[in-house]
């Protein structure tokens, strides 16, 4: 069976590396990475022309095609492809809207009865400072479009607020900001595979959004991940699945527009409950690589049965008891300004420690090294027998591997791995 992975980041290499697990598997990504250049068939394709995806499809005449990356989904990708008779695994435009547009993700939300933060949708500053004085300090002030995770400003500082407000509002035309109230405890990235009427949940996550240690610094895509929750509360999938999960799924088909593909539900355990923080519409990065580490079935047979809406007959999900850990190694000066060309080596030595080193922004040049291209660069995961075990592997690894101006967060996992996460805590 040939599979179709359109994406390059460190999560297509996570995927891709997955499905060939099975030896019935064959993969060509697009465009791909020299990572994924090593152990799958790429092509060159600009992921946002649409129609040069349509044509590449045609050429290689897969039996179905992963969509990895939101910006394709949410302009319409998955559509064009089934529409020239692809199965394919992703969303359609009108239901990658959940992570296109906050409001609308707000809207379906409330209509689902799901439980989420308090919000109000400005167009004005006047608009957005009263919402802002309403809901009171720490302040969150999101764009309503898509921003590769960077669109979310949470902050004490109200004049830096409503800057970030303002510049949302400005930067297009139809700018717009949803403004909401705080949502304190614990952070969860549930990802749930749907064919649009059933949904089944995968393991759960813990991402690091922001740079530093501590949670020091701005947001950014993401800079490591950890799987199981040792912390999350008893029946935590079951529930969110009850709760969250399967409404949503319930309220895009009641419309019409079907949900098909990963729902992927950013959650905040609070003192008061879960709360969803928002959704996206596809799989996350770097949770995918800590997620799909532990998956023992086959994620092929998933995707598939997902995409010709046979989820209800595919036996339960088995997962290894094992923990994983993945670490971001980024660019220096990301996620402001990453600066790009550096070389990197060693990687060989971290995948000889048993590391799996999945790559994101790498390039090769004419001379065959491995050089610095995007701000997450590498995502190095390992699994082990606790956290514990999967961090200090993941770290070997990472110790391994050199790259000027090279940065990383020293505490995915640790706080989880002792034991020192309670709920009410902000991750
Ligand atoms: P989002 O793009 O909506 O996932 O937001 C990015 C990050 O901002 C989240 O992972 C949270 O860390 C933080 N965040 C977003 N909304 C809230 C909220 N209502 N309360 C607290 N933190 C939030
Ligand atoms: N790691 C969060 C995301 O993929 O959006």
Same mark, same amino acid.
Request: with cysteine.
């Given at each position: 069976?040939?599979?179709?992975?359109?994406?390059?980041?460190?999560?297509?290499?996570?995927?891709?590396?997955?499905?060939?697990?099975?030896?019935?598997?064959?993969?060509?990504?697009?465009?791909?990475?020299?990572?994924?250049?090593?152990?799958?068939?790429?092509?060159?394709?600009? *992921?946002?022309?649409?129609?040069?995806?349509? #044509?590449?499809?045609?050429?290689?005449?897969?039996?179905?095609?992963?969509?990895?990356?939101?910006?394709?989904?949410?302009?319409?990708?998955?559509?064009?492809? !089934?529409?020239? @008779?692809?199965?394919?695994?992703?969303?359609? +435009?009108? =239901?990658?809207?959940?992570? /296109?547009?906050?409001?609308?993700? +707000?809207?379906?939300?409330?209509?689902?009865?799901?439980?989420?933060? #308090?919000?109000?949708?400005?167009?004005?500053?006047?608009?957005?400072?009263?919402?802002?004085?309403?809901?009171?300090?720490?302040?969150?002030?999101?764009?309503?479009?898509?921003?590769?995770? +960077?669109?979310?400003?949470?902050?004490?500082?109200?004049?830096?607020?409503?800057?970030?407000?303002?510049?949302?509002?400005?930067?297009?035309? /139809?700018?717009?900001?949803?403004?909401?109230?705080?949502?304190?405890?614990?952070? %969860?990235?549930?990802? @749930?595979?749907?064919?649009?009427?059933?949904?089944?949940?995968?393991?759960?996550?813990?991402?690091?959004? !922001?740079? @530093?240690?501590?949670?020091?610094?701005?947001?950014? /895509?993401?800079?490591?991940?950890?799987?199981?929750?040792?912390?999350?509360?008893?029946?935590?999938? &079951?529930?969110? &699945?009850? &709760? *969250?999960?399967?409404?949503?799924?319930?309220?895009? $088909?009641?419309?019409?527009?079907?949900?098909?593909?990963?729902?992927?539900?950013?959650?905040?355990?609070?003192?008061?409950?879960?709360?969803?923080?928002?959704?996206?519409?596809?799989?996350?990065?770097?949770? &995918?690589?800590?997620?799909?580490?532990?998956?023992?079935?086959?994620?092929?047979?998933?995707?598939?049965?997902?995409?010709?809406?046979?989820?209800?007959?595919?036996?339960?999900?088995?997962?290894?008891?094992?923990?994983?850990?993945?670490?971001?190694?980024?660019?220096?000066?990301?996620?402001?300004?990453?600066?790009?060309?550096?070389?990197?080596?060693?990687? $060989?030595?971290?995948?000889?420690?048993?590391?799996?080193?999945?790559?994101?922004?790498?390039?090769?040049? #004419?001379?065959?090294?491995?050089?610095? $291209?995007? /701000?997450? %660069?590498?995502?190095?995961?390992?699994?082990?027998?606790?956290? =514990?075990?999967?961090?200090?592997?993941?770290?070997?690894?990472?110790? !391994?591997? !050199?790259?000027?101006?090279?940065?990383?967060?020293?505490?995915?996992?640790? +706080?989880?791995?002792?034991?020192?996460?309670?709920?009410?805590?902000? $991750?």
């Amino acid at each position: 069976m040939l599979i179709l992975v359109i994406g390059q980041g460190a999560r297509e290499h996570a995927i891709t590396h997955t499905l060939l697990l099975d030896p019935n598997i064959e993969v060509v990504c697009a465009p791909g990475n020299p990572g994924i250049a090593q152990i799958a068939k790429i092509a060159p394709v600009d *992921v946002n022309e649409i129609s040069s995806v349509v #044509d590449l499809a045609k050429t290689h005449k897969p039996d179905l095609v992963v969509i990895g990356p939101e910006a394709p989904l949410v302009a319409g990708l998955a559509d064009e492809l !089934r529409s020239a @008779g692809f199965l394919v695994f992703g969303p359609s +435009k009108a =239901a990658a809207a959940l992570e /296109g547009s906050k409001s609308f993700a +707000k809207e379906i939300m409330q209509a689902a009865g799901v439980p989420t933060a #308090d919000s109000k949708y400005c167009q004005s500053v006047p608009e957005a400072k009263a919402a802002l004085e309403l809901f009171g300090s720490p302040y969150v002030v999101k764009d309503d479009g898509l921003a590769a995770g +960077k669109g979310v400003v949470v902050t004490d500082d109200f004049d830096m607020a409503v800057a970030h407000a303002m510049a949302c509002i400005d930067s297009r035309d /139809g700018g717009a900001v949803v403004i909401e109230e705080f949502l304190d405890g614990p952070e %969860v990235s549930l990802f @749930g595979v749907s064919d649009g009427t059933t949904i089944v949940p995968l393991t759960p996550a813990q991402d690091f959004k !922001r740079v @530093g240690d501590n949670d020091a610094g701005p947001n950014t /895509g993401g800079m490591g991940a950890y799987s199981p929750l040792p912390w999350a509360p008893k029946n935590f999938v &079951t529930e969110v &699945t009850k &709760t *969250v999960l399967q409404p949503m799924i319930a309220e895009m $088909n009641r419309r019409g527009t079907p949900f098909v593909g990963l729902l992927f539900a950013g959650l905040a355990v609070t003192s008061r409950g879960v709360r969803v923080i928002e959704f996206n519409a596809r799989f996350g990065d770097p949770e &995918t690589q800590v997620v799909l580490a532990r998956l023992n079935s086959s994620l092929s047979e998933l995707l598939v049965a997902a995409a010709t809406g046979k989820l209800s007959s595919l036996p339960a999900l088995d997962w290894k008891p094992d923990s994983a850990v993945t670490v971001v190694m980024a660019a220096k000066g990301y996620p402001e300004s990453p600066s790009l060309g550096a070389v990197i080596s060693g990687i $060989n030595h971290a995948q000889e420690l048993g590391s799996l080193v999945y790559h994101a922004g790498t390039k090769t040049n #004419d001379d065959g090294e491995l050089l610095v $291209n995007g /701000g997450r %660069v590498l995502s190095v995961t390992a699994l082990g027998s606790d956290l =514990a075990v999967a961090r200090s592997q993941a770290y070997s690894g990472v110790e !391994r591997i !050199r790259f000027d101006g090279e940065h990383h967060r020293s505490d995915i996992a640790l +706080k989880a791995a002792l034991g020192e996460i309670r709920l009410g805590d902000h $991750n």
